[in-house]
């Protein structure tokens, strides 16, 4: 992999990229939703190598399939839930007053190598590898926070994109309720979510508007840009 940062802050990628993928590969949770995003603003090393992100789009609104499977698993203590076909998609609206009432529940989440659900009581911190910040914000059509991102593994995943989209883990309820939004069609509306953790991923749900997009050396010319235009403007 290439290098991230110069002197005593250049990192390669670890082995443990792949062997932390193919040890953990089993070990996601369907109790929760789980979605995808990119992270795009600015990012620094600080004199660590840990990785801070000033702000990450962590879930979107919109309306995006899901499997009759992982409905189920959501809605499994629901009082009279049928079920749903397990194979088949259903298109579901995340709606963008729902996020929005549910950002204070995104702060202070950890964010891991891969989905698991995460609890004080059951923490995977052999996959965790930073944090959401607690300055959680919607900007509609995004909800936002700044981020940091501990290992030099995860930094060289995010910095030559192998491993660079924001999956949010969460809690919600599935209302049966048709409509269309932005020209989709929706069969059920997602209700009272709960952030619960983010994960590191490959692809994502959300589409490519939600990754850590930025490579270090693309900041650091961006900012060298920046300062020379003042010197001469």
């Known amino acids: 992999g290439g290098k991230v940062g110069t002197g005593r802050h250049q990192m390669r990628m670890s082995r443990a990229v792949k062997s932390?993928?193919?040890?953990?590969?089993?070990?996601?949770?369907?109790d929760m939703a789980l979605d995808r995003a990119l992270a795009e603003d600015l990012k620094t090393l600080d004199h660590d190598g840990r990785l801070h992100v000033d702000s990450a789009?962590?879930?979107?609104?919109g309306v995006f399939p899901y499997l009759g499977k992982e409905i189920n698993a959501v809605m499994a203590d629901e009082p009279g839930w049928r079920l749903l076909d397990p194979d088949r998609r259903y298109n579901l609206l995340r709606p963008a007053d729902?996020?929005?009432?549910a950002a204070s529940t995104f702060r202070g989440?950890?964010?891991?190598?891969?989905?698991k659900p995460a609890s004080a009581q059951?923490?995977?911190?052999?996959?965790?590898?930073?944090?959401?910040?607690n300055d959680v914000v919607w900007e509609?059509?995004?909800l936002k926070a700044s981020l940091?991102?501990?290992?030099a593994y995860a930094t060289e995943a995010i910095e030559d994109k192998s491993q660079h989209m924001l999956s949010a883990g969460y809690s919600y309820r599935a209302e049966p309720r048709s409509g269309t939004f932005e020209g989709k069609p929706y069969e059920f509306a997602m209700t009272n979510l709960i952030g619960n953790h983010i994960a590191l991923v490959k692809d994502g749900r959300s589409g490519p508007e939600v990754a850590i997009?930025?490579?270090?050396?693309?900041y650091q010319w961006a900012a060298l840009e920046r300062a020379i235009l003042r010197m001469v403007s």
Not at 57 to 61: E, G, M
Not at 122 to 133: C, R, V
Request: no cysteine; proline share 10%; hydrophobic share 35%.
């Open 213 to 218: 997009d930025w490579s270090i050396s693309e």
């Open 98 to 101: 729902e996020i929005e009432k």
């Open 122 to 133: 059951d923490h995977p911190s052999d996959i965790t590898i930073g944090a959401t910040g």
């Open 140 to 142: 509609n059509p995004f």
């Open 109 to 115: 989440l950890p964010i891991l190598w891969l989905h």
């Open 148 to 151: 940091v991102i501990w290992p």
């Open 20 to 30: 932390g993928n193919e040890r953990l590969a089993s070990r996601t949770g369907e």
């Open 57 to 61: 789009p962590l879930t979107r609104s």
